[in-house]
């Protein structure tokens, strides 16, 4: 024993026995900081024994680096330094994280004061007893120096020697990337979320990585001149639909509801899946809103969307200007850049408080960050709601009946009039996750699991947005508001349109570019309780006009805005529909789509236009990528910024928390006395969690045959994927 403790001073007393030795310090702070402070959402074995190997690639690299110093005094206190500020970064991120559940970035370094604005009264009370763990490995090497267990080293490392543990630390690092793609593809070039960059390749290299991401954006920002506003605003005036006086105003000082229909397609829309000789209708309270006379809904609406997924959608939708052409809007700009979202117009025009509903993780697709920008006044994501286990969420959050449900008590809480989002996931890829009572949607007999599963899924959300519907009826909420669903984007890829096609009636062997670009089309449905004006609008349009839509319903003009879209109920409005890939578009007469060109009504693809017919081509695909050119030059050139004319105060971020909303919004209701609009008051100061019933699938259908709920058939539980 004695032997070993002094083979491991020895080996202490090297220059790279000391050196491994900080790298395991290091490791071991790492491994009680993701225990103790950092919620990394962990779903599976594989990502805990990623988070047990990313500590030590970078740290070798860095520590390392001292190991091409000669002199003895000056090898020491690099490793030292070096030792120091990476302990620094793990720090600084375990606290920040008590407060943001996120982790530092260049951007939070660079504005130190938004960040200790927003730390409130003090950074100190962030600190716990707990803390000092951080520090025992200063009070071990100081003791083990002053009492010369260990020595310095004054052999020097030669050059080939320090190259070579350079070279390991390198592919070290590549062989965490390597593993970390497996986990999840595209990691780096979609950028999720911070917490799965840290999750995965830890937080030196999220820092690395963050800061590459910055300096691209922030080099673009830079050479933006404030005169280029001024083509924007040529663009909007010439660009900006009048609203229809019809619909003008119809749904002025109402309640917002937003819910968004996760991978949503129209093909959806009053499909029946036929299985065994009989028909299952998917979707049937969603079809019932879409035929209803108080819905004004869309044909033909298309996402707009690439690589930002959600996200993006969420940009089109609330600001009428695009995501971008890689990545996504809200990971590298939507924290930071100037906008002007709907919570924030109506915040300003209408006095309405705002909020996000969502089962997922706050930092996912950067939401803590961007929903600030656009001044949201409160994101309830899933901290806020029921603990995630297996059985009632998947990898991207609680299933929506509890989102729903969990909702409801922050809800009734909010002061009306307000503008609201509930974020579904249920039916997201893989369209496996649905388990218990709720399994039993047949499946489709594809040799396509994920197609199979797309119909069961959609089902279930449309049952949690009947019963949300149910809730806003029995609590008199329904009758004051409005409420507008849509869809985000494809749920099938075009990989596997192929094998959807039987399913619509078409041949697979002929499944065409066409019929990719077809079924882009996602529900856009805008619910106006009490009007009897509503109808099924063929209109072209897409996401990015649903802000002048819904703003001129709502009766505010968006004439002074600068937002791309039009308005699909103006009847000046010019259906086209750009894509998010440069040259792809649709329009009610022509779709260019995959490189190819078709009639839009027939499907036929046009090979050899004639002179005319190229002509108005030309220009419909110039118009489409003037729309997506300037919406490039606002997003990365932060052009909202140079921007004064929109009567609109700038929002700041820094002064908007999620922490602590619930006591935020009993405090509001207090506060206001008899004042006070929320439902809760008006409601004798009593909850209303009582009327919401989100009955299961077999609740539903008690009397399914036997064979059906035992079949092979039906929608199975698998959380894994
Ligand atoms: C997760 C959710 C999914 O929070 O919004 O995003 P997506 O994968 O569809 O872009
Ligand atoms: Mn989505």
Redesign the pocket.
């Known amino acids: 024993m004695k032997k070993m403790k002094k083979n491991i001073l020895n080996i202490m007393s090297t220059r790279l026995g000391f050196i491994f030795t900080l790298i395991v310090f290091y490791w071991l702070k790492t491994m009680w900081a993701n225990t103790a402070d950092f919620d990394l959402g962990l779903e599976n074995p594989y990502q805990l024994f990623l988070t047990f190997i990313n500590p030590i690639p970078i740290s070798l690299l860095l520590i390392g680096l001292a190991l091409y110093i000669k002199n003895t005094k000056l090898f020491y206190s690099l490793t030292l330094i070096i030792y120091t500020l990476i302990n620094l970064l793990l720090i600084a991120n375990a606290i920040y994280f008590r407060e943001f559940s996120d982790f530092i970035t260049i951007n939070t370094m660079l504005a130190t004061s938004k960040v200790s604005a927003g730390l409130g009264d003090s950074a100190i009370n962030l600190l716990r007893p707990w803390d000092l763990v951080y520090l025992l490995d200063v009070f071990l090497l100081i003791f083990l120096f002053v009492r010369k267990h260990i020595t310095l080293d004054s052999r020097p490392f030669n050059k080939r020697a320090s190259f070579a543990v350079t070279a390991l630390s390198a592919l070290l690092f590549s062989i965490n990337l390597f593993l970390a793609e497996i986990d999840r593809p595209e990691l780096l070039s979609r950028g ?1 979320s911070n917490t799965y960059v840290v999750r995965a390749l830890g937080i030196n290299a999220f820092l690395g990585y963050d800061a590459n991401q910055t300096y691209q954006t922030q080099k673009v920002r830079a050479e933006a001149k404030p005169e280029e506003i001024e083509d924007v605003k040529a663009y909007v005036d010439q660009h900006y639909a009048t609203p229809d006086p019809n619909y003008f105003g119809i749904a002025k000082g109402r309640n917002v509801i937003i819910i ?1 229909l ?2 949503f397609q129209q093909f959806l829309i009053d499909y029946k899946l036929n299985v065994d000789d009989k028909e299952y209708e998917v979707t049937p309270f969603i079809n019932s809103l879409y035929h209803s006379n108080q819905t004004f809904s869309f044909a033909n609406f298309f996402h707009q969307v690439k690589a ?4 993006d959608a969420e940009t089109l939708m609330e600001t009428s200007l695009f995501g971008l052409n890689q990545g996504s809007f809200f990971v590298q700009y939507g924290g930071d850049n100037t906008q002007q979202a709907a919570p924030h117009i109506l915040a300003e025009n209408g006095n309405y408080t705002s909020a996000v509903f ?1 089962g ?2 706050a930092t ?2 950067n ?1 803590n960050n961007v929903y600030k920008a656009l001044d949201y006044d409160y994101f309830f994501d899933q901290s806020y709601m029921s603990k995630a286990t297996d059985e009632n969420s998947f990898q ?2 609680l299933n929506d009946k509890i989102m729903f449900s969990d909702s409801i008590k922050y809800l009734e809480h909010m002061q009306q009039p307000f503008y609201t989002k509930f ?1 579904t ?1 249920s039916n ?2 893989p369209y496996q996750n649905l388990s218990g009572d709720e399994v039993g949607f047949p499946l489709a007999q594809t040799d396509d699991e994920t197609i199979n599963g797309y119909f069961a899924t959609a089902n279930y959300l449309d049952s949690a947005v009947k019963s949300f519907f149910d809730y806003l009826k029995a609590s008199g909420l329904y009758d004051n508001s409005i409420i507008l669903l849509y869809g ?2 494809y749920g099938i890829s075009n990989s596997r349109n192929p094998s959807l096609a039987e399913l619509l009636g078409k041949d697979s062997e002929t499944w065409s570019e066409y019929d990719n670009a077809m079924l882009q089309r996602v529900p856009y449905m805008i619910h106006v309780p009490g009007t009897d004006k509503g109808f099924i609008s063929e209109t072209y349009g897409g996401e990015v006009d649903n802000l002048p839509t819904l703003l001129h319903l709502l009766g505010i003009d968006t004439k002074q805005y600068i937002q791309l879209g039009q308005d699909l109920l103006s009847k000046d409005n010019s259906q086209i529909v750009a894509l998010r890939t440069s040259g792809y578009f649709i329009t009610p007469h022509y779709t260019s789509y995959g490189g190819r060109l078709y009639n839009t009504i027939t499907g036929e693809e046009i090979t050899n236009p004639d002179e005319n017919t190229s002509l108005v081509i030309d220009e419909i695909r110039n118009k489409a990528k003037t729309q997506l050119d300037i919406s490039d030059s606002i997003q990365t050139g932060d052009l909202l910024r140079f921007y004064n004319d929109s009567g609109l105060t700038r929002v700041d971020p820094s002064v908007i928390s999620y922490n602590d909303s619930f006591e935020i919004l009993r405090q509001i209701e207090d506060e206001l006395g008899d004042k006070s609009t929320s439902l809760y008051n008006q409601n004798n100061n009593t909850s209303t969690q009582d009327l919401y019933n989100a009955p299961s699938y077999s609740e539903l259908y008690p009397d399914l045959d036997e064979d059906t709920e035992n079949d092979e058939n039906t929608a199975q539980s698998n959380t894994t994927e």
């Open positions: 999720f968004h996760e991978s930002g997924k959600t996200s969502h997922n993780i996912f697709w939401r991207y959050g974020i996931v997201h890829y985000d984007h």
